[in-house]
């Protein structure tokens, strides 16, 4: 009590059939920036090249698939020069796939911190989103570098306005990315051996995207179709379309990748929720 005034928290468990509490998220938005600083730093903490590792990786990955799929397997880019084509297309994926993987780790990576002290579970998984957002921009400096490079040089020319959409694919990948991940959070925190397999599934799912190759080179309508049901093509396509204006699906396959989407991220939302309340009890 203080000048004649008290305090008063309450601490109830959110109801079942409940999505994500915005009010308690905004009163630990400090905790959210602080474990974002903290994840962040950790990673990079004892390393030679700090940060420059988030430049170094993608370029090695574009070389390498330059050599694999553009000059070897001859798989062609839309007329977009190859580097510039599987960095941008690696930089959304791997966006997607580390918030997947970050996520899906909320309940096993953080279980003593959990036992310790309360706060608000769903902080995690919004430190994620946040520590893969800041590496996808400090990425998306060496996609500028190399835009401007190929402009100069007269080789390659984009639309910036098309650039202004770019967010809007970001906040759709990533509720892609969460929503999936908050529901293997959820599974795994009781099935612990469905933690292996992500990596390995998102390796066939990258596969089974158009990642390393553009949707215009599937030519068998049934791939295409596949393709087309696939929740990552439409966000994957428009984000290349944006960035490098080359690309792009239909009407109905992105209203189909949006419903998935929204779908993942209330089915996930209800599972965190009430796995959240008894995890301790589990583990």
């Known amino acids: ?16 059939l409940s999505f994500f509490d915005l009010s308690s998220l905004w009163q630990y938005r400090d905790l959210i920036v602080l474990i974002t600083k903290r994840d962040f730093s950790l990673r990079y903490r004892q390393t030679v090249l700090g940060p420059l590792w988030l430049l170094i990786n993608p370029l090695l990955t574009a070389l390498i698939h330059v050599v694999l799929f553009n000059r070897i397997a001859k798989i062609g880019t839309d007329g977009v020069p190859a580097l510039l084509f599987y960095l941008v297309s690696n930089g959304l994926w791997s966006y997607m796939a580390s918030l997947l993987e970050r996520v899906s780790n909320t309940f096993i990576g953080n279980a003593n911190l959990f036992g310790k002290v309360f706060f608000p579970r769903l902080v995690m998984p919004l430190s994620s989103v946040m520590v893969c957002t800041v590496e996808l921009v400090i990425k998306f400096l060496l996609i500028i570098a190399l835009t401007v490079y190929y402009w100069l040089a007269g080789i390659f020319t984009v639309n910036l306005l098309t650039w202004l959409l770019i967010p809007v694919v970001l906040l759709w990948m990533s509720a892609l990315g969460t929503g999936l991940g908050l529901i293997i959070a959820s599974l795994t925190a009781k099935y612990r051996d469905l933690h292996v397999l992500i990596s390995f599934g998102l390796t066939l799912w990258m596969y089974a995207t158009p990642v390393v190759y553009p949707l215009s080179q599937i030519e068998n309508p049934l791939y295409r179709t596949l393709l087309y049901l696939n929740p990552a093509t439409a966000p994957m396509e428009l984000f290349r379309s944006y960035v490098l204006g080359t690309g792009g699906v239909h009407h109905w396959t992105t209203a189909a990748s949006l419903a998935m989407t929204a779908v993942f991220m209330a089915v996930g939302a209800l599972l965190f929720n009430r796995v959240e309340k008894n995890f301790m009890d589990t583990v």
């Not at 004649?4 to 079942?16: E, F, M, R, T």
Request: aromatic share 6%.
């Open 1 to 16: 009590m203080r000048n004649g005034s008290s305090y008063h928290v309450h601490i109830a468990p959110v109801h079942k």
